[in-house]
Protein backbone atom coordinates (compact mmCIF):
# COMPACT_ATOMS: atom_id res chain seq x y z
CA UNK A 1 0.00 0.00 0.00
CA UNK A 2 1.30 3.65 -1.01
CA UNK A 3 1.68 5.66 2.10
CA UNK A 4 2.97 8.55 0.23
CA UNK A 5 2.30 9.13 -3.85
CA UNK A 6 3.17 12.24 -5.56
CA UNK A 7 2.09 12.17 -9.43
CA UNK A 8 3.58 14.50 -12.31
CA UNK A 9 5.37 16.91 -9.31
CA UNK A 10 7.24 19.75 -10.93
CA UNK A 11 8.57 23.05 -9.42
CA UNK A 12 10.22 25.41 -11.03
CA UNK A 13 12.49 28.28 -10.06
CA UNK A 14 12.26 31.08 -12.77
CA UNK A 15 13.38 28.95 -16.04
CA UNK A 16 15.27 26.44 -13.92
CA UNK A 17 13.21 23.26 -13.55
CA UNK A 18 14.10 22.01 -10.42
CA UNK A 19 11.73 18.70 -10.37
CA UNK A 20 10.18 18.01 -13.70
CA UNK A 21 7.04 15.44 -13.73
CA UNK A 22 8.42 13.75 -10.86
CA UNK A 23 6.19 9.92 -10.29
CA UNK A 24 6.44 7.98 -7.08
CA UNK A 25 4.86 5.73 -4.73
CA UNK A 26 6.20 4.71 -1.26
CA UNK A 27 5.00 1.99 -0.07
CA UNK A 28 4.18 1.80 3.65
CA UNK A 29 6.56 0.68 6.21
CA UNK A 30 9.68 0.24 3.42
CA UNK A 31 12.66 2.09 3.33
CA UNK A 32 13.13 4.05 0.08
CA UNK A 33 15.98 6.39 -0.92
CA UNK A 34 16.47 8.96 -3.35
CA UNK A 35 19.75 9.32 -5.28
CA UNK A 36 21.47 11.19 -8.11
CA UNK A 37 24.10 13.68 -8.13
CA UNK A 38 24.54 17.37 -6.80
CA UNK A 39 21.63 19.80 -8.16
CA UNK A 40 19.49 16.85 -9.32
CA UNK A 41 16.43 18.01 -7.30
CA UNK A 42 16.14 15.74 -4.36
CA UNK A 43 16.24 18.11 -1.88
CA UNK A 44 13.58 20.19 -3.94
CA UNK A 45 11.70 17.02 -3.56
CA UNK A 46 11.45 16.60 0.06
CA UNK A 47 11.17 20.52 0.21
CA UNK A 48 7.39 20.52 -1.88
CA UNK A 49 6.70 16.81 0.64
CA UNK A 50 7.16 18.59 3.84
CA UNK A 51 5.24 22.25 2.58
CA UNK A 52 8.76 24.22 2.79
CA UNK A 53 7.58 24.62 -1.57
CA UNK A 54 4.48 25.04 -3.25
CA UNK A 55 4.69 22.70 -6.23
CA UNK A 56 4.42 24.57 -9.87
CA UNK A 57 2.27 21.68 -10.39
CA UNK A 58 1.49 18.09 -9.55
CA UNK A 59 -0.04 16.38 -6.51
CA UNK A 60 0.78 15.04 -3.45
CA UNK A 61 -1.06 12.43 -1.23
CA UNK A 62 -0.20 11.33 2.02
CA UNK A 63 -2.71 8.02 2.60
CA UNK A 64 -4.68 9.12 -0.38
CA UNK A 65 -5.34 12.63 1.05
CA UNK A 66 -3.34 15.84 -0.53
CA UNK A 67 -1.09 17.60 1.65
CA UNK A 68 -0.14 20.42 -1.09
CA UNK A 69 -1.05 23.62 -0.37
CA UNK A 70 -0.27 23.11 3.65
CA UNK A 71 2.70 24.86 5.90
CA UNK A 72 4.92 22.94 7.15
CA UNK A 73 3.45 23.04 10.52
CA UNK A 74 0.63 21.03 9.31
CA UNK A 75 2.59 18.74 7.17
CA UNK A 76 4.29 17.58 10.55
CA UNK A 77 0.99 17.11 12.39
CA UNK A 78 -0.09 15.17 9.31
CA UNK A 79 2.69 12.49 10.11
CA UNK A 80 5.69 13.35 8.44
CA UNK A 81 8.44 14.48 9.96
CA UNK A 82 12.52 15.24 8.38
CA UNK A 83 15.70 16.21 9.07
CA UNK A 84 17.68 18.74 7.37
CA UNK A 85 21.02 18.32 5.03
CA UNK A 86 22.62 21.54 7.07
CA UNK A 87 21.73 20.54 10.53
CA UNK A 88 19.20 22.72 11.99
CA UNK A 89 19.47 22.76 15.76
CA UNK A 90 18.74 25.26 18.87
CA UNK A 91 22.51 25.21 19.49
CA UNK A 92 22.20 27.13 22.95
CA UNK A 93 19.70 24.83 24.00
CA UNK A 94 20.11 21.27 26.07
CA UNK A 95 19.71 18.28 24.11
CA UNK A 96 16.79 17.48 26.18
CA UNK A 97 14.96 20.72 24.88
CA UNK A 98 15.75 20.64 21.43
CA UNK A 99 13.80 17.29 21.54
CA UNK A 100 10.95 18.99 23.70
CA UNK A 101 10.91 21.30 20.56
CA UNK A 102 10.12 18.62 18.55
CA UNK A 103 6.87 17.58 20.90
CA UNK A 104 5.08 21.45 20.62
CA UNK A 105 2.83 20.27 17.79
CA UNK A 106 0.81 17.38 19.91
CA UNK A 107 1.15 19.35 23.66
CA UNK A 108 -1.78 21.28 24.86
CA UNK A 109 -0.79 24.54 27.15
CA UNK A 110 -1.11 27.30 25.45
CA UNK A 111 0.73 30.71 26.34
CA UNK A 112 -1.41 31.82 28.89
CA UNK A 113 -1.95 28.10 30.78
CA UNK A 114 1.99 28.74 30.94
CA UNK A 115 2.32 31.83 32.39
CA UNK A 116 0.01 30.73 34.92
CA UNK A 117 1.89 27.41 36.00
CA UNK A 118 -1.41 25.50 35.78
CA UNK A 119 -0.90 22.09 37.45
CA UNK A 120 -1.89 20.42 33.73
CA UNK A 121 0.77 22.01 32.02
CA UNK A 122 3.16 21.48 34.77
CA UNK A 123 2.60 17.38 34.37
CA UNK A 124 2.28 18.10 30.88
CA UNK A 125 5.66 19.56 30.65
CA UNK A 126 6.98 16.62 32.81
CA UNK A 127 5.61 14.01 30.75
CA UNK A 128 7.25 15.95 27.82
CA UNK A 129 10.73 15.57 29.61
CA UNK A 130 10.35 12.36 30.18
CA UNK A 131 8.92 11.36 26.97
CA UNK A 132 12.02 13.45 25.38
CA UNK A 133 14.49 11.61 27.41
CA UNK A 134 13.59 8.34 26.46
CA UNK A 135 13.75 9.07 23.00
CA UNK A 136 17.09 10.39 23.59
CA UNK A 137 17.64 6.55 25.01
CA UNK A 138 16.50 4.94 21.75
CA UNK A 139 18.53 7.01 19.51
CA UNK A 140 21.62 6.59 21.91
CA UNK A 141 22.45 10.15 23.24
CA UNK A 142 20.69 10.20 26.68
CA UNK A 143 24.21 10.66 28.14
CA UNK A 144 23.78 14.45 26.37
CA UNK A 145 20.87 15.14 27.31
CA UNK A 146 22.22 18.27 29.67
CA UNK A 147 25.18 19.38 27.69
CA UNK A 148 24.02 22.47 25.06
CA UNK A 149 23.15 20.85 21.25
CA UNK A 150 26.54 23.02 20.03
CA UNK A 151 28.60 20.92 22.24
CA UNK A 152 27.97 17.84 20.37
CA UNK A 153 30.20 15.62 17.92
CA UNK A 154 28.93 16.59 14.43
CA UNK A 155 27.48 12.44 13.89
CA UNK A 156 25.51 13.16 17.67
CA UNK A 157 23.94 15.79 16.16
CA UNK A 158 22.84 14.28 13.15
CA UNK A 159 21.02 11.59 15.96
CA UNK A 160 19.59 14.41 18.05
CA UNK A 161 18.18 15.82 14.49
CA UNK A 162 16.44 12.11 14.38
CA UNK A 163 15.56 12.16 18.27
CA UNK A 164 13.50 15.70 17.31
CA UNK A 165 11.71 14.70 14.27
CA UNK A 166 10.50 11.29 16.18
CA UNK A 167 8.69 13.71 18.81
CA UNK A 168 6.70 14.58 16.52
CA UNK A 169 5.21 10.90 16.29
CA UNK A 170 5.94 10.67 12.47
CA UNK A 171 4.36 8.15 10.44
CA UNK A 172 6.36 9.20 7.58
CA UNK A 173 10.32 10.03 8.12
CA UNK A 174 12.20 12.18 5.77
CA UNK A 175 15.95 12.17 6.05
CA UNK A 176 18.07 14.06 4.15
CA UNK A 177 21.62 13.16 3.72
CA UNK A 178 21.68 11.46 7.52
CA UNK A 179 25.15 10.01 6.94
CA UNK A 180 26.57 13.10 5.58
CA UNK A 181 29.79 13.97 7.52
CA UNK A 182 29.89 10.89 9.80
CA UNK A 183 33.30 8.21 9.95
CA UNK A 184 32.49 4.34 9.40
CA UNK A 185 31.97 3.86 12.42
CA UNK A 186 28.68 6.10 13.60
CA UNK A 187 27.30 5.26 9.88
CA UNK A 188 26.94 1.27 10.85
CA UNK A 189 25.28 2.82 13.74
CA UNK A 190 22.93 5.11 12.14
CA UNK A 191 22.09 2.27 9.31
CA UNK A 192 21.11 -0.22 12.85
CA UNK A 193 19.29 2.95 14.19
CA UNK A 194 17.47 3.73 10.34
CA UNK A 195 16.36 -0.28 10.54
CA UNK A 196 15.30 -0.25 14.00
CA UNK A 197 13.09 2.94 13.84
CA UNK A 198 11.86 1.15 10.85
CA UNK A 199 10.87 -2.23 12.56
CA UNK A 200 9.74 -0.36 16.41
CA UNK A 201 8.16 2.67 14.96
CA UNK A 202 6.12 1.44 12.51
CA UNK A 203 7.88 3.92 10.19
CA UNK A 204 7.79 5.01 6.35
CA UNK A 205 11.65 5.69 6.00
CA UNK A 206 12.40 7.74 2.78
CA UNK A 207 15.98 9.29 2.76
CA UNK A 208 18.44 11.27 0.33
CA UNK A 209 21.92 10.20 0.98
CA UNK A 210 25.47 10.01 -1.19
CA UNK A 211 26.84 7.54 1.00
CA UNK A 212 26.35 4.13 -1.39
CA UNK A 213 26.67 1.44 0.32
CA UNK A 214 24.55 2.40 3.04
CA UNK A 215 21.54 3.26 0.53
CA UNK A 216 22.57 -0.70 -1.39
CA UNK A 217 22.50 -2.10 2.15
CA UNK A 218 19.11 -0.31 3.31
CA UNK A 219 16.98 0.62 0.99
CA UNK A 220 13.98 -1.99 -0.42
CA UNK A 221 13.42 0.73 -3.00
CA UNK A 222 15.66 3.35 -5.05
CA UNK A 223 14.25 6.42 -6.73
CA UNK A 224 17.14 7.70 -9.13
CA UNK A 225 17.09 11.63 -9.95
CA UNK A 226 18.95 13.73 -12.42
CA UNK A 227 18.38 17.20 -13.47
CA UNK A 228 15.41 17.14 -11.54
CA UNK A 229 13.65 13.88 -13.77
CA UNK A 230 13.33 10.48 -12.94
CA UNK A 231 15.92 8.20 -14.65
CA UNK A 232 15.25 5.23 -12.88
CA UNK A 233 13.73 3.63 -9.70
CA UNK A 234 13.70 -0.27 -8.57
CA UNK A 235 15.83 -2.36 -6.18
CA UNK A 236 19.23 -2.29 -5.00
CA UNK A 237 20.40 -4.78 -7.51
CA UNK A 238 18.48 -3.16 -10.21
CA UNK A 239 19.73 0.21 -9.90
CA UNK A 240 23.40 -0.93 -9.21
CA UNK A 241 23.33 -2.33 -12.58
CA UNK A 242 21.04 0.19 -14.73
CA UNK A 243 23.38 1.86 -17.60
CA UNK A 244 21.71 5.13 -17.13
CA UNK A 245 22.06 5.13 -13.50
CA UNK A 246 25.57 4.35 -13.84
CA UNK A 247 26.18 6.69 -17.04
CA UNK A 248 24.42 9.74 -14.73
CA UNK A 249 25.70 9.33 -11.22
CA UNK A 250 27.56 5.54 -10.04
CA UNK A 251 30.51 5.59 -12.28
CA UNK A 252 31.40 2.12 -13.63
CA UNK A 253 32.76 0.78 -11.03
CA UNK A 254 29.15 0.89 -9.11
CA UNK A 255 27.92 -3.18 -9.60
CA UNK A 256 30.97 -4.18 -7.93
CA UNK A 257 31.83 -1.25 -5.11
CA UNK A 258 28.13 -0.45 -4.00
CA UNK A 259 27.59 -4.01 -2.84
N1 LIG B 1 15.09 28.31 -3.65
C1 LIG B 1 15.69 28.07 -4.83
N2 LIG B 1 15.78 29.05 -5.76
C2 LIG B 1 16.36 28.83 -6.95
N3 LIG B 1 16.91 27.65 -7.33
C3 LIG B 1 16.86 26.65 -6.42
C4 LIG B 1 16.26 26.79 -5.14
N4 LIG B 1 16.36 25.61 -4.47
C5 LIG B 1 17.00 24.77 -5.30
N5 LIG B 1 17.31 25.38 -6.47
C6 LIG B 1 17.98 24.79 -7.63
O1 LIG B 1 17.29 23.60 -7.97
C7 LIG B 1 18.23 22.61 -8.40
C8 LIG B 1 18.07 21.37 -7.55
O2 LIG B 1 18.58 21.64 -6.25
P1 LIG B 1 18.45 20.62 -5.05
O3 LIG B 1 19.05 21.28 -3.83
O4 LIG B 1 17.07 20.14 -4.95
O5 LIG B 1 19.41 19.45 -5.53
P2 LIG B 1 19.95 18.18 -4.72
O6 LIG B 1 19.74 17.01 -5.60
O7 LIG B 1 19.34 18.16 -3.38
O8 LIG B 1 21.50 18.49 -4.63
P3 LIG B 1 22.58 18.08 -3.47
O9 LIG B 1 22.86 16.62 -3.61
O10 LIG B 1 23.75 18.93 -3.84
O11 LIG B 1 21.98 18.47 -2.17
C9 LIG B 1 19.61 23.23 -8.31
O12 LIG B 1 19.98 23.70 -9.59
C10 LIG B 1 19.41 24.36 -7.33
O13 LIG B 1 20.33 25.40 -7.56
Same mark, same amino acid.
Do not use: W
Given at each position: MSILTVKNLTKQFGGLVANSNINMEVQKGSITAVIGPNGAGKTTFFNMVTGVYQPTSGEILLNNESIVGLKPHQVTKKGIA????NIRLFGAITVLENVMIGMHNHLHGGLFSTILNLPRVRKEEKEAR????????? #???????? /???????????? =????????????????????AAGMNPKETSELTKLIYNMRAELDLTIVLIE?? *? =??? *??????? #??????? =????????????? /????????? =????????
Open positions: RTFQKEAYRLLEY #VGLESFFN /EEARNLPYGAQR =KLEIARALATKPKVLLLDEPHD *M =KLV *MEISEHI #VVLDHGE =KIAEGTPDEIRNN /EKVIEAYLG =KGAATTAS
